[in-house]
């Protein structure tokens, strides 16, 4: 069996449903690995928000195509600044592999163009939290073989809008 071409390159507005589904997917994975409904995603206002925040430069996409332009795999970064991190850093929301194309490369590459876009826009670091452990020790094995390292902690939230 031939393997199909992948590229990456950065998304457009005009991407955001295929992206969104994606991201959809990302989610299910974590809800079912850890056995509760941690998310509450609404794919039709997640999709009008990506377009928006996409126009706006407040969130970068790219995305892993292969022939015929199906997208496989996708991360995401939004620019944050910390005076722990030296000011400007970006952060990685979402970062999904469709499960046919995972260990073929396809992550690599992706984690590649957001370090190169990191570089190039002065950032001073990437920072990604990963799903939860023990479900998720090959998604952290993935982010050491590309560079990150564990600094700790756990991530939390506080719903501010009701």
Not at 17 to 41: C, H, P
Not at 99 to 108: K, L, T
């Amino acid at each position: 069996m031939m393997q199909q071409a992948i590229w990456v390159e950065q998304a457009s507005p005009a991407d955001a449903e295929e992206i969104t589904s994606l991201i959809e997917k990302l989610l299910d994975e974590i809800v079912t690995a850890v056995g509760a409904k941690v998310f509450s995603f609404d794919a039709a206002q997640a999709e009008s928000q990506l377009r928006r925040l996409i126009d706006l430069g407040r969130y970068v996409v790219f995305v892993a195509r292969e022939s015929g332009d199906r997208i496989v795999g996708v991360v995401t970064l939004s620019e944050s600044s910390a005076l722990y991190a030296g000011g400007l850093f970006g952060t990685i929301p979402e970062f999904y592999v469709v499960p046919e194309r995972r260990s073929m490369g396809v992550g690599s590459m992706l984690a590649a163009a957001s370090q190169a876009y990191a570089q190039f826009h002065g950032w001073q670091r990437l920072e990604v939290t990963t799903p939860p452990l023990p479900q998720f020790e090959k998604t952290l094995s993935f982010y050491e073989r590309q560079g990150f390292l564990i600094t700790g902690g756990r991530k939390l939230k506080l719903e501010t809008q009701p």
